[in-house]
């Protein structure tokens, strides 16, 4: 079996640790470990003997629970399986225009999405000197950062790379982006945002990214992971989703809520778009199931208040466990993982994790701009990141 190209691959870990996918302690995910919810799990119970029926095509149960959720039109919102599914719809969408710009490191999916209907990439670094700076100021603070709108037009105005329809990474080129790309070229193109992004951790504010949507024709804005900040600190869209025609909103409910495996995430954008996202669609993608958990999942404040009291303090004990362990450079980040620069060969520190310790964690050879110094993990319960900490330690003690 190659090199998975995302976190979670147990049967792949397993295979190279030598036990079952069950053993592995896996930080490569990022995934709540507080979850599933118990109310999620007698949900989908009690729903066992309606699998003998369809699911209902307009997930009416779970679009009013997201509208009342989010305060918005259920017409606004449409579910998926997983965030995944919606993001290929996006790539269709995003193969009509000119070019699509991404922040890189970037999530692989968004390349597969978009290289499957054959759309236009031009790549902006977002690590350079300035991130390293930022980051290097951010160290020593017990928060992260929220990034302003400078520092989102700074990376949009630097050199970016320019990828070639159907050619693979490795021949993309570099180019300079000409003087008035912002007037023209990318008021045809569309821009991929992840916020928090992974896998750096990085949370770009509000009005940062509303400053780019008067520039693209697109702005889509993968909040995967916002459900880790808090209402009074998160950076969402959706409040403002109904004023821009040109924003779309994917989210997912697999990392918060646990359920990767059922697949569950939502798309919020403007009705006209999503109609047309369901004729092109299967036309039950959702799972009676996946629909159910949904509902019980956004009715759970109590899961919701123990996930956001859990998370700042776990995080902070993983970071600075981390920051104590010669060689690694953790940055701090504002989502429930943690992106770490490394002095030694993250694919050398991974096997011997692996293969010494049963833990898996998310070595970076996915993002061509990270490459082996870098991995990512996921924040888990105190005692998993002691375990981890504490095999770091001993790999490094060793060497
Ligand atoms: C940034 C980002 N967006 C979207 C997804 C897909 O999530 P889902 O499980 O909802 O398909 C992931 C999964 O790792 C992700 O990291």
């Keep these: 079996m190659g090199k998975p190209a995302h976190g979670g691959n147990l049967v792949w870990a397993s295979a190279l640790a030598g036990c079952p996918p069950s053993a592995i302690l896996d930080f490569s995910a990022s995934i709540s470990p507080l979850g599933p919810p118990q109310s999620v799990l007698t949900a989908i119970q009690s729903q066992l003997g309606n699998l003998r029926h369809y699911p209902d095509p307009n997930y009416s149960d779970l679009r009013n629970a997201l509208s009342h959720f989010h305060n918005l039109p259920s017409e606004w919102i449409l579910p998926g399986n997983g965030s995944a599914e919606l993001l290929s719809l996006v790539g269709r969408e995003l193969s009509q225009l000119e070019a699509t710009v991404l922040l890189t490191p970037a999530f692989g999916d968004y390349y597969r999405a978009l290289a499957a209907y054959n759309a236009k990439v031009l790549e902006f670094p977002l690590i350079s000197a300035d991130f390293k700076v930022m980051i290097a100021n951010s160290v020593n603070s017990a928060d992260f950062k929220v990034l302003s709108s400078e520092f989102l037009n700074k990376i949009m105005t630097q050199q970016c790379h320019f990828a070639q329809r159907g050619q693979p990474s490795e021949v993309w080129c570099s180019m300079h982006l000409p003087a008035n790309f912002s007037e023209s070229a990318s008021g045809l193109s569309a821009l991929i945002l992840n916020n928090p992004h992974n896998p750096t951790g990085m949370l770009f504010s509000r009005e940062a990214i509303l400053s780019c949507l008067d520039k693209f024709a697109l702005v889509v804005v993968d909040e995967a992971f916002m459900d880790f900040l808090p209402p009074t600190q998160d950076q969402s869209l959706i409040e403002v989703v109904q004023d821009y025609p040109n924003l779309i909103v994917l989210r997912s409910l697999t990392k918060f809520y646990s359920i990767p495996g059922l697949r569950l995430g939502y798309a919020v954008a403007h009705p006209d778009r999503l109609l047309r996202y369901i004729a092109w669609r299967d036309p039950w993608s959702v799972n009676t199931l996946a629909s159910v958990a949904g509902v019980a999942a956004l009715k759970d404040k109590q899961f919701q208040a123990s996930t956001w009291e859990w998370l700042p303090k776990a995080r902070q004990q993983l970071f600075e466990g981390l920051s104590q362990i010669t060689g690694l450079q953790p940055f701090l ?47 888990r319960t105190e005692l998993d990141n002691m375990r981890l900490l504490t095999a770091l330690k001993e790999i490094r003690d060793r060497s």
């Design 333 to 379: 980040g504002a989502a429930n993982f943690l992106l770490v620069e490394s002095k030694y060969s993250c694919v050398e520190l991974q096997q011997r994790l692996l293969k010494n310790y049963q833990i898996l964690i998310r070595d970076c050879q996915s993002f061509p701009q990270l490459g082996d110094r870098f991995f990512r993990v996921a924040v």
